[in-house]
């Protein structure tokens, strides 16, 4: 079944108004979008717990998608109005022909090449023969698909220091690919925690499909353990937060890997945790940073 597409460039003021009305007059989605993206005009919208989010960009790039027949000009014009738009702003129109939207989806997901040994590749691949680990991965509920700069960062750390036998503590398991990759470059054990239950079960899911068992269990019930590397891709609120508990699960001598922190971030961050480690310099990827900690005697 085809569609219509309905395409206008709207100010952060009027988008999110803009973007509910149309769902009220029928549109069966709405996307909206940074009107820069692919410019040096482009930038992200970052939330960090506790902050009140942008909703949206400077300049938004807003598609409605309506069944055939509906009147889209009856339907923006109503939008126009909700929004306080003194005219309805110019605007295209054009068709979208129905596709196989998962093939499509799963279209943008590649493999990844991690590494010369590591590689994360979805289940609709086949596995390459040049990386001897790969690890299966499907996007899904849960975050952590190799993808974002923040992961890549943490396995690279996890390729080339962490040794066989080594504990790890994966904090903020998410999917569980961090912990996954662990067990499957030979730590002795392997325990994955996260606040969410969804995230949990993806991650159980995941080392199942792998083949490898690290423990996964929630953040409020799992036991107290001292691991040799402690690794968090959160987000940089949190792990202010988290400082005396993640470093109170690293033993002494052991490794703290940190991610999920911006550029802008990284120093204030790393002056948090040198009461318990000595703080080696930040690794950076696309505006993001890892921190390495190398934990203190008590």
């Keep these: 079944m085809p569609w219509i597409a309905a395409e206008l460039i709207l100010s952060a003021q009027v988008a999110a108004v803009f973007a509910d009305a149309l769902l009220e007059q029928g549109a069966v989605s709405v996307d909206l979008a940074d009107a820069n993206t692919g410019t040096v005009q482009e930038r992200a919208i970052y939330q960090e717990p506790g902050e009140r989010a942008a909703v ?20 923006l014009d109503y939008a126009a109005s909700a929004s306080g738009l003194g005219q309805l702003p ?57 993808s974002h700069p923040t992961t890549r960062l943490c396995l690279d750390w996890l390729d080339r220091f ?10 903020g398991c998410g999917s569980g690919i961090l912990a996954i990759t662990a067990a499957k470059l030979g730590a002795a054990d392997v325990l ?14 995941n080392a199942e499909q792998n083949g490898v068992q690290p423990r996964f269990l929630d953040v409020d019930t799992h036991a107290i353990e001292v691991a040799d590397v402690v690794i968090a891709n959160i987000l940089s609120g949190p792990l202010k937060v ?36 000595e703080m080696l310099p930040p690794v950076t990827r696309e505006g993001w940073v890892r921190l390495d900690g190398i934990r203190l005697s008590d």
């Design 192 to 205: 994955g925690v996260d606040i969410d239950a969804q995230a949990l079960q993806a991650s159980r899911y």
């Design 56 to 75: 949206a960009w400077g300049e938004n790039r807003l598609v409605g998608l309506f069944a055939i027949g509906t009147d889209v000009k009856q339907a």
């Design 90 to 146: 110019s605007y295209r129109t054009y068709r979208v022909e129905d596709q196989d939207w998962v093939r499509l989806t799963q279209a943008q997901f590649e493999p990844i090449p991690v590494s010369d040994r590591i590689s994360i590749v979805p289940t609709w691949h086949v596995a390459s023969s040049q990386t001897p680990i790969t690890i299966v991965m499907d996007p899904g509920l849960a975050f952590g698909t190799g």
């Design 162 to 171: 962490l040794q066989p036998g080594q504990t790890v503590i994966d904090y």
């Design 242 to 277: 988290l400082a005396p508990l993640l470093s109170g699960l690293t033993r002494s001598g052991g490794r703290l890997v940190l991610s999920g922190i911006l550029e802008t971030q990284a120093d204030e961050l790393m002056e948090t945790y040198r009461d318990w480690f």
